[in-house]
């Protein structure tokens, strides 16, 4: 069955802790996709991966790192530099940086305290 | 800056009704134009898109129809369904920016029965 897995569905960390969003994904795409989802603002691109081993900031990258080590995983670790870090994550991924479709896993909801 | 603007933010519709939720954009190089669907606590899944050398899709329930000369493009939902409660993303995207996503700030719509 394939698709994009993400865990953990909710996750919550103490403020001034760094933190990683796991991602992973069985459909052989090459590009991954990190968003940020918060209330009335759609959603905002923070890392992606056309290649393994390569990867672009977004459109609110700071605060935030990713690696792309394999094809199928797309970690995010939220830093303590990220200011407000309580939001929705989505990862996507797309069969390769010019394929127009992507597609979202379950996200994870994290909540820093 | 949102490349996308969408409207309404939300939109409450009787069970048969008809759903319009509208999105506009400035960027003429944007060539690929889908719909998103969000149910609460999940990742959104595509639900229908259009390229701009057609003025009007339909799937279904489903359409878009796209005014290039405008720079505006909608989603109607005919026949509305509670099933269909949920928060609907406008989104565009051009080759020039490796297709990467822009969305508009989202509408939820609640289907009363």
């Known amino acids: 069955d394939g698709g994009i897995t993400q865990s953990p569905k909710y996750l919550f960390r103490k403020e001034g802790q760094n933190v990683t969003l796991s991602c992973e994904q069985n459909l052989n795409h090459d590009a991954m996709y990190w968003y940020r989802q918060d209330p009335g603002q759609g959603l905002r691109l923070i890392y992606y991966?056309?290649?393994?081993?390569?990867?672009q900031k977004g459109d609110i990258a700071e605060g935030y790192s990713v690696s792309r080590e394999k094809k199928e995983s797309f970690p995010l670790t939220v830093t303590s530099a990220q200011k407000n870090p309580t939001a929705f994550y989505l990862c996507?991924?797309?069969?390769?940086?010019?394929?127009?479709?992507?597609?979202f896993g379950p996200g994870t909801r994290l909540t820093v305290l | 800056q949102q490349q996308v603007k969408q409207s309404p933010q939300s939109l409450i519709v009787q069970k048969g009704g008809i759903s319009i939720i509208n999105c506009a954009y400035e960027n003429t190089a944007f060539d690929y134009f889908p719909w998103y669907q969000q149910f609460p606590g999940k990742g959104p899944a595509l639900l229908i898109a259009?390229?701009?050398?057609?003025s009007e899709k339909k799937e279904g329930r489903f359409t878009i129809s796209f005014n290039k000369s405008a720079k505006q493009f909608s989603l109607h939902i005919m026949d509305s369904q509670p099933g269909d409660s949920a928060t609907y993303f406008c989104a565009a995207s051009t080759p020039a920016d490796d297709y990467k996503l822009s969305f508009g700030a989202g509408t939820t719509v609640t289907v009363r029965a």
């Open positions: 996507a991924s797309s069969m390769s940086s010019g394929s127009v479709e992507q597609f």
């Open positions: 991966s056309q290649i393994v081993n390569d990867f």
């Open positions: 259009i390229r701009p050398d057609v």
